[in-house]
């Protein structure tokens, strides 16, 4: 069993910058695909970026390539979101999410994932 908590969110202005963090626990940490999610008021949830277990392959939606970094530390059981040139457009929940996975069709979808934190808000005032 792997739990996932987030943190990190907050209110930020508009072209500013916010780091999110997801602490998981499990000793299963290294080998697993991490992703991340966001979910804006009434709408779906909505791929983000994901990265496999060895770090090595990332994939990042096209509405934050390029200001969003999606990293991992397995020594520190976390991986990271580091968010820049923040858009009103980005508020919205953020959910990690990890799971058994690999491949670019596999990790954009949120029912390839086995273990889903409980999210962080993330409000970016115009």
């Known amino acids: 069993q792997v739990q996932l908590v987030e943190s990190g969110g907050g209110l930020v202005q508009a072209g500013g910058s916010l780091r999110l963090s997801c602490a998981a626990s499990g000793r299963t940490f290294s080998v697993l695909a991490m992703g991340w999610f966001r979910q804006a008021a009434g709408k779906e949830r909505d791929f983000v970026a994901a990265?496999?277990?060895?770090?090595?392959?990332?994939y990042y939606a096209n509405l934050v390539k390029g200001r969003f970094t999606i990293s991992r530390d397995n020594a520190k059981n976390t991986v990271y979101l580091q968010m820049n040139g923040l858009e009103s457009e980005d508020t919205a929940i953020y959910f990690c999410?990890?799971?058994?996975?690999?491949?670019?069709?596999?990790?954009?979808?949120?029912?390839?994932?086995?273990?889903w934190g409980l999210g962080t808000q993330v409000t970016v005032s115009s």
């Open positions: 999410a990890a799971g058994h996975l690999t491949g670019w069709g596999a990790l954009i979808r949120p029912t390839s994932y086995n273990y």
């Open positions: 990265l496999e277990w060895s770090g090595t392959n990332t």
